[in-house]
């Protein structure tokens, strides 16, 4: 776990974050003729959102700390990238896409989200370890642009590591897919955000979804270079 710690926070130092996402439920096709694996990175890295603060700093947490989403154009990337390196056959690839869509599409909405607290943060593992009981996170939100708010079907995370002086943790984290039968996430919704509170701070991560013009428009291809 502390080797893809270290190698998770180089890559943060390295590069940016954005913060924008198409419409998660829109028609896509990826782009079968490049590696899939570089198609994979190209779409987690736009379903990604830095973290946010109210004021002027994310403290306790750092500017590292981020959140993905994911969407079904990422799971087929993600399978056709581990397909293609496990020498799946056709069936196993089926069975692989049919199994973590269940998981974290079908009626889920699902974030992968990595904190990291500052350095000089006392206790700062209880600030990355949502579901440890030792943890200062008293609640997680889901909060949408029309204003409607939404608390954790499921909140699964490893233990906290302290990797060059940061104390860090990924955590999975599930809400429900529908409200009352409608989608939570809808083609009307501008933005989401996925919110940290403590007994004394709190921030946020925000996806904005972007104009429908550019982006949601059937068969969108991904990974085109």
């Known amino acids: 776990m502390k080797q893809i710690a270290v190698a998770v926070l180089v890559v943060l130092l390295l590069t940016g974050v954005v913060g924008a996402v198409?419409?998660?439920?829109?028609?896509?096709?990826?782009?079968?003729?490049?590696?899939?694996?570089?198609?994979y990175d190209e779409i987690h890295e736009v379903h990604k959102a830095p973290i946010t603060a109210e004021g002027d700093s994310v403290y306790p947490w750092t500017e590292l700390s981020f959140a993905s989403l994911t969407t079904p154009a990422?799971?087929?990337?993600?399978?056709?990238?581990?397909?293609?390196?496990?020498?799946?056959?056709?069936?196993?690839?089926?069975?692989?896409?049919?199994?973590r869509y269940a998981i974290y599409v079908d009626d889920s909405i699902h974030f992968w989200v990595l904190l990291v607290?500052?350095?000089?943060?006392?206790?700062?593992?209880?600030?990355?370890?949502?579901?440890?009981h030792k943890t200062y996170i008293s609640r997680i939100v889901l909060e949408t642009?029309?204003?409607?708010?939404?608390?954790?079907?499921?909140?699964?995370?490893?233990?906290?590591?302290?990797?060059?002086?940061?104390?860090?943790?990924?955590?999975?984290?599930?809400?429900?897919?529908?409200?009352?039968?409608?989608?939570?996430?809808?083609?009307?919704?501008?933005?989401?955000?996925l919110w940290f509170i403590t007994g004394t701070d709190r921030?946020?991560?925000?996806?904005?979804?972007?104009?429908?013009?550019?982006?949601?428009?059937?068969?969108?291809?991904?990974?085109l270079p």
């Open 203 to 223: 921030a946020y991560f925000q996806f904005d979804f972007e104009n429908k013009g550019n982006l949601l428009a059937p068969g969108r291809i991904w990974g």
């Open 145 to 193: 642009s029309d204003g409607k708010r939404y608390t954790p079907n499921l909140i699964y995370g490893g233990d906290a590591d302290l990797v060059e002086r940061h104390w860090l943790a990924v955590t999975s984290i599930w809400f429900p897919r529908y409200d009352e039968g409608e989608q939570i996430i809808n083609e009307s919704t501008e933005w989401i955000r």
């Open 22 to 39: 198409p419409y998660p439920y829109g028609e896509y096709v990826l782009d079968g003729n490049r590696d899939p694996a570089a198609v």
């Open 74 to 99: 990422l799971i087929e990337a993600e399978v056709n990238r581990d397909a293609a390196h496990n020498f799946w056959t056709a069936t196993e690839k089926t069975q692989k896409h049919d199994e």
């Open 117 to 132: 607290a500052d350095p000089n943060t006392s206790h700062g593992y209880r600030y990355v370890e949502p579901d440890g």
